[in-house]
């Protein structure tokens, strides 16, 4: 008995060696251990033993039992960590490979010109408002105090969609929607789109950006529209930058003017960017004509206002000393990725 306990735990010793997967070491527990192992048929056999050979025998079965109890500890350890490591290689990750670059997106110029002036006018106290693209002819028009048959319809091209509608050529008309739905004190501006019937050369374009605004209280006079306009214009092109107001005619303002700044290519003495002359014209401006507040409903006895718009694409193009305004609206991405 001894010798066969013996043989079966050698046999143990040897088999387990070829064993390396999980269901071939359970065959294997069930082979030695198992209910109709070996070792069990072995111990079935105790009782044809003497009283004194029992003792002896059950300790060396024990004996043997336990080393083959350790061995399927240790091997079932082993297969599992040698599959743990067999999935850690499949699933590794090559850090090394380039990874795929993402494209970031930037601001238009246009719009970074924008932001800045939405902060400049924010600071003094303007709000922020939307108008529509497409207007009627009584805002974009009519209530600018631009009649059917005043000359100045000339001044700009129209597109028009119907008898009475069309694509606002400025966006003065935002002023007339503002004052009929707000009382004053009114201060704002609209920045936007607007559209013009013109030729498309490196200065025009048939769709360009304005900023338009507007402010309306009692006692406003012309030196707060010189004062407004001026810090503005010290913001946006540097505090050596002179301004110059120079008469002019809008039917929807009386007195009008339009603004020059120094040129900050050349400080004056007259460039490529100037076209010579020192001086770059960004806006105009005048006192809103009591007209046009009564045909709101304000009363201009009581109140007065003045109003501007602001060319966005030649403060745009001056500042990045872009030749050719049709560059800002071909979206060339090698182009738009200087800025
Ligand atoms: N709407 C004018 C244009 O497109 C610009 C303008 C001039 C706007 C004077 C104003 C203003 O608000 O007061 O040429």
Known sequence: MKTKLEAIKNAAMEEIKTINTPAAMEEFRVKYLGKKGELTAILKMMGSLTPEERPIMGQLANEVR??????????????KNAEKIKKMKEETLDITLPGVKKEIGKLHPINTVLDDMI???QSMGFDVVDGPEVETDRYNFELLNVPAD???????????????????????????????????????????????????????????????????????TMCDLKGVLEQFAHEIYGPETKVKFRPSFF?????????????????????????????????????????????????????????????????????????????????????????
Request: net charge negative; glycine share 8%; charged share 25%.
């Open 150 to 220: 005043h000359p100045a319809r000339d001044m700009q091209d129209t597109f028009y969609l119907a008898e009475n509608l069309l694509l606002r050529t400025q966006t003065s008309a935002t002023q007339i929607r503002t004052m009929e739905q707000r009382k004053p004190p009114i201060r704002m501006i609209c920045p936007g789109r607007v559209f013009r019937a013109d030729e498309v050369d490196a200065t025009h374009s048939p769709v360009f950006h304005q900023v338009e605004g507007l402010v309306v209280d009692e006692g406003i």
């Open 251 to 339: 039917p929807f303002t009386e007195p009008s003017v339009e603004v020059d700044v120094s040129c900050s290519e050349c400080g004056g003495k007259g460039c490529r960017v100037c076209k010579g002359s020192g001086w770059i014209e960004i806006l105009g401006a005048g006192m809103v004509h009591p007209k046009v507040l009564a045909g709101c409903g304000i009363d201009p006895e009581k109140y007065s206002g003045f109003a501007f718009g602001i060319g966005l694409d030649r403060l745009t193009t001056t500042r990045y000393k872009i030749s050719d305004i049709r560059l800002l609206f071909e979206n060339d991405k090698r182009f738009l990725k200087q800025f």
């Open 66 to 79: 336990s080393a083959i109890d350790a061995l399927i500890t240790e091997k079932s350890a082993d297969i």
């Open 119 to 121: 902060d400049i006018f």
